[in-house]
């Protein structure tokens, strides 16, 4: 299936891409379109003004995609609140791990030079991230 | 001729009611450290988080039943330009200075209590940080006194 979202990826962006790839939609292709009229007939919007899955009642996009496949994985709902914090900083959840990913994230987009490699670059990331807070939950305290 | 800055600039009207999604906007807008031009039109320096975040708001007021539109213009003098920017300045220089306050009267304590004071204050000043586009003097002066609280505190708990 096709996916679009804004050119210029930062952390919504990427960790929705990397949800969708992971948990949605493994063969997903990405365009990235800069404006919301560019984005092509067939491929589901994501984090575009506009679009279903996208920024709602106050909520990151990433979060509105968890809500609308149903995903009930408690890691990624901890991801969730790391990348609002991230991407809004509204203090509306303690993640202090959020300015962290912000930082980590800018870097990486200070060497990427294409949104492709920024999606390879950061799913890694992301999985690692994924894995620590599944052992936490799993183990009910961050891992050592 | 003087270079004038481009900036991005929300036009927004919500319902007078109910006030709640006004609150929230307000919020919003003020976390963001919006220059308000008129009642309804604020504007940032254009930078493509400033634009982003702005856009988001816009929706936000169109889920509401509002009406909203982003633009991006530039002042016509940089004595125009100028003017945004001390207004700017000069509020964030006055968010500043509460933490430097708050600072020297927790450091001249020295109690205990105020790690937590500390934390507060360190949280403040990011928060501050990142919505001042156009540095104040105070500035390094609220990051002098905060670390100068912590120097305090340190001194306090090897007494």
Redesign the interface.
């Known amino acids: 299936m096709r996916w679009a979202t804004r050119a210029?990826l930062?952390v919504d962006r990427t960790a929705c891409a990397w949800l969708i790839r992971r948990f949605i939609d493994a063969e997903a292709e990405f365009v990235f379109a800069h404006d919301a009229d560019e984005v092509p007939a067939e491929a589901t919007p994501f984090d575009i003004?506009?679009a279903e899955l996208?920024?709602?009642?106050?909520g990151c996009s990433f979060e509105t995609i968890l809500a609308r496949y149903e995903l009930d994985d408690p890691a990624l709902h901890r991801i969730a609140r790391i990348v609002h914090e991230a991407d809004?900083?509204?203090e509306r959840f303690d993640a202090p791990e959020a300015?962290g990913l912000d930082v980590i994230l800018r870097g990486l987009s200070l060497i990427a030079d294409s949104d492709e490699q920024m999606l390879a670059l950061s799913a890694p990331i992301y999985d690692r991230l994924y894995e620590y807070r599944r052992r936490a939950t799993m183990l009910g305290r961050e891992p050592g | 001729m003087v270079e004038v800055g481009s900036w991005v600039l929300l036009s927004y009207r919500l319902p007078r009611e109910p006030s709640a999604p006004r609150l929230?906007v307000w919020r919003?807008l003020r976390?963001l450290g919006v220059a308000q031009l008129l009642d309804g039109l604020v504007a940032l320096p254009l930078d493509?988080?400033n634009r982003e975040?702005l856009?988001?708001v816009?929706?936000?007021v169109v889920?509401e039943g509002g009406v909203a539109s982003i633009w991006i213009a530039k002042p016509a003098t940089a004595r125009e330009e100028r003017a945004l920017a001390t207004t700017m300045r000069e509020r964030i220089a006055a968010e500043y200075e509460a933490v430097i306050a708050q600072a020297h009267a927790a450091a001249a304590e020295a109690a205990r209590r105020h790690r937590r004071t500390l934390a507060r204050l360190r949280r403040e000043l990011?928060r501050i940080g990142?919505r001042d586009y156009f540095p104040p003097p105070e500035r390094d002066r609220a990051r002098a006194a905060v670390a100068a609280l912590a120097a305090a505190l340190d001194q306090g708990q090897r007494a």
């Not at chain 1, 996208?54 to 106050?58: T, V």
Request: aromatic share 4%; proline share 0%; charged share 45%.
């Open positions: 210029g930062h003004r506009g996208s920024h709602r009642s106050g809004l900083a509204d300015r | 929230a919003k976390r493509s988080r975040q856009e988001w816009a929706e936000g889920e990011d990142r």
